[in-house]
Nanobody
Framework: VQLQASGGGLVQAGGSLRLSCSAS???????MGWFRQAPGSEREFVAA????????WYADSVKGRFYIGEDTAGNSVYLKMNTLKPEDSATYYC???????????????????WGQGTLVTVSS
């Protein structure tokens, strides 16, 4: 599975951005997720979505501000990021795993397929 992430950029604090991730094929019953990594920091989970039951997961740091959804085009998800903060600045990566359980959804090691990353910079 090849993943293509897009939509990053520079935005002022309080602003919004919409990231998109397109997959070359569907992973049946799988989960598409977003992770981020800031310079000098470890990669962290942001959000994930599965068609199985339409479930979504969010990191506590983004709950209420970010929304992950499925694009109508299929095989793609988007991450709508609102009320952005400087601490949201990072390279954002989309990833896909097989399976849709709650277990380990936040662990990057569970995702064998990764996109190239898109940079988000939030200025104060």
């Amino acid at each position: 599975v090849q993943l293509q992430a897009s939509g990053g950029g520079l935005v002022q604090a309080g602003g919004s951005l919409r990231l998109s991730c397109s997959a070359s094929r569907t992973v049946s019953g799988g989960t598409m997720g977003w992770f981020r990594q800031a310079p000098g920091s470890e990669r962290e989970f942001v959000a994930a979505f599965t068609r199985v039951g339409g479930r979504r997961w969010y990191a506590d740091s983004v709950k209420g501000r970010f929304y992950i959804g499925e694009d109508t085009a299929g095989n793609s998800v988007y991450l709508k990021m609102n009320t952005l903060k400087p601490e949201d600045s990072a390279t954002y990566y989309c990833a896909v795993r097989q399976g849709s359980s709650d277990a380990r959804v936040v662990l990057g090691a569970e995702y064998p397929y990764w996109g190239q990353g898109t940079l988000v910079t939030v200025s104060s």
